[in-house]
């Protein structure tokens, strides 16, 4: 049997069509696809709340130390000719760089108070007030550690054979807190708990999905 000529005179080529996964009528387009919030662990609200209060206690320090230990008093001395360092501008420095460090660790704490009573309503309570607290000794160890970090960068040591004779330099004195430590943390403390007892503002629950309470039809 003769089959009819071609008008190009080659045979019909059999059509092919590309089958991707997924694209059966059966199949949704994102069936071979694993959304990405899937793969990510999830983190509670409260959970993101108290990492926000440590996060803003560090930057806040960060901020304090490096201005602490630019501006950081030091003593001037001069080298004299039998090798003896004099002071040449006395003072109390120490005394004064462990005020100000003191007093900037303090509005720290106050701040990092405040703002988590008012941002955080909802987590009111022993919780946060220990975790404040314990934000507010973290800011102001750091504190202390950035200003010392910047300042020796500011006016490094000399070495011994670069000293000249009748020539200034810069020291900066050791400060460590002591128990000036616990001044912060105790006003966050006081700051936050004052503000739970004079103010007491509007509480309103946090929910994850999980914890939601059900809804009662028709109650709304």
Do not use: K
């Not at 071979?32 to 108290?50: H, K, M």
């Not at 020796?152 to 070495?159: T, Y």
């Not at 200034?168 to 400060?175: L, R």
């Amino acid at each position: 049997m003769n089959h009819p000529d071609h008008a190009d005179g080659h045979p019909d080529a059999p059509e092919t069509v590309d089958v991707h996964a997924g694209d059966g009528p059966g199949d949704s387009p994102s069936a071979g696809v694993t959304p990405v919030r899937r793969l990510l662990p999830r983190v509670r609200r409260s959970t993101g709340s108290y990492a926000g209060i440590l996060a803003l206690s560090l930057i806040l320090a960060l901020v304090a130390g490096v201005l602490s230990g630019l501006f950081r008093p030091v003593y001037m001395g001069r080298v004299m000719e039998d090798a003896a360092v004099v002071t040449v501008a006395p003072g109390s420095q120490e005394f004064d760089t462990w005020l100000g460090m003191i007093t900037g660790s303090s509005i720290l704490g106050i701040v990092v108070a405040l703002i988590a009573f008012f941002r955080a309503p909802e987590l009111l309570g022993p919780r946060m007030l220990a975790w404040v607290t314990f934000c507010s000794l973290i800011g102001a160890f750091t504190i202390v550690g950035i200003s010392d970090a910047v300042a020796h960068l500011v006016h490094p040591v000399p070495a011994e054979d670069a000293l000249q004779i009748s020539q200034d330099y810069a020291f900066i004195p050791q400060v460590t807190l002591h128990w000036g430590v616990v001044i912060a943390p105790y006003l966050a403390l006081l700051t936050y708990w004052s503000a739970a007892v004079l103010v007491r503002p509007d509480r309103t629950p946090v929910y994850d999905d999980a914890d939601r309470p059900p809804s009662i039809p028709g109650s709304a």
